[in-house]
């Protein structure tokens, strides 16, 4: 606040905010925050101006009120163990470990498992052996599979990407639990 643009009239209600304008500077200058320039400006002010010296009696009140008077409790000395007390009486959730069934989970991956090995044997069971080239160390040649017969269908594909998308999520826990693993052990 650099300018000054008190006037009389302003009080009157002709200005912008004469009020909240007055009371800024009034709480400038009780803080300290002013110039010498304000200062001489605002004490020239309460020493003329009723409405101003009756402000600045009622902020000066205020200011020593709030800095004064006003003492912070200290909590009690046994405050934490009060809260931690009223903590304890709440039943804590358990652990994920100690609700979800392992049984059902061995027996959704055992599926699974299952599934990929009916798809590999089928696949073996399609390869024609008898065809072979004469070549004893050539056991399974991959340019004898149909793979037409295997992927074709849309149910086929369905079913593969949504045994990928599992899979993935299965091995993501599986190093999430290890890397959960290491880090209890290193601390």
Request: glycine share 8%; with cysteine; proline share 2%.
């Amino acid at each position: 606040m650099s300018t000054f643009n008190y006037s009389p009239l302003a009080d009157e209600g002709q200005a912008g905010d004469p009020i909240g304008e007055m009371e800024l500077r009034l709480w400038d200058y009780i803080d300290g925050n002013c110039n010498a320039e304000e200062k001489s400006f605002v004490e020239q002010l309460i020493a003329t101006n009723l409405e101003w010296k009756a402000k600045y009696k009622e902020l000066l009140e205020v200011h020593q009120l709030v800095s004064g008077h006003m003492e912070l409790d200290a909590p009690s000395m046994r405050f934490t163990k009060n809260v931690m007390e009223e903590i304890g009486k709440y039943q804590i959730a358990p652990a994920a470990k100690t609700y979800i069934n392992k049984k059902i989970i061995w027996g959704i991956a055992i599926f699974f498992f299952a599934m990929i090995a009916g798809f590999l044997i089928y696949g073996f069971g399609q390869i024609d052996w008898s065809a072979n080239s004469g070549s004893g160390y050539k056991i399974l040649d991959a340019t004898q599979i149909d793979w037409s017969k295997f992927f074709n269908n849309t149910y086929t594909n369905i079913f593969l990407m949504i045994n990928t998308v599992l899979g993935l999520m299965v091995l993501d826990m599986y190093l999430g639990k290890k890397k959960r693993q290491l880090r209890e052990k290193n601390i």
